[in-house]
């Protein structure tokens, strides 16, 4: 079974960052970030493969956010850089057991229990 735990959410300042982690139990592949502000759809915000060779971004994450993961410590990470208030958002982990990278939520098995980040102005 596997179990993904993530932390490093907060509440910081517009054009501020956090650093989110993703410690993942078991065996995984491909990851990815996702997050869901309060009545609003789950969207997609990152995902890297296996090796950390192969990176996918939404839009709205390219030059901002940076993913990688550490596979001897089963960590995921996502670098967050300058900081929107509408970046403000439940932030979810996501793994499966498969190659390559994916942007669909509806394609991975695993996801961890979410980390708050709010962005004040």
């Known amino acids: 079974q596997v179990q993904l735990v993530e932390s490093g959410g907060g509440l910081v300042q517009a054009g501020g960052s956090l650093r989110l982690s993703c410690v993942a139990s078991?065996?995984?592949?491909?990851m990815g970030w996702f997050r869901q502000a309060p009545g609003k759809e789950r969207d997609f915000v990152a995902a890297i493969n296996w090796n950390g060779a192969g990176t996918f971004y939404a839009d709205f994450a390219t030059g901002r956010f940076v993913i990688s993961r550490d596979n001897a410590k089963k960590t995921m990470y996502l670098q967050m850089n300058s900081l929107k208030v509408e970046d403000t958002a439940v932030y979810y982990c996501?793994?499966?057991?498969?190659?390559?990278?994916?942007?669909?939520?509806?394609?991975?098995?695993?996801w961890g229990q979410g980390t708050q980040v709010t962005v004040s102005s």
């Open positions: 996501a793994a499966d057991r498969s190659l390559g990278v994916i942007r669909s939520g509806d394609e991975y098995d695993y």
């Open positions: 078991g065996s995984i592949s491909r």
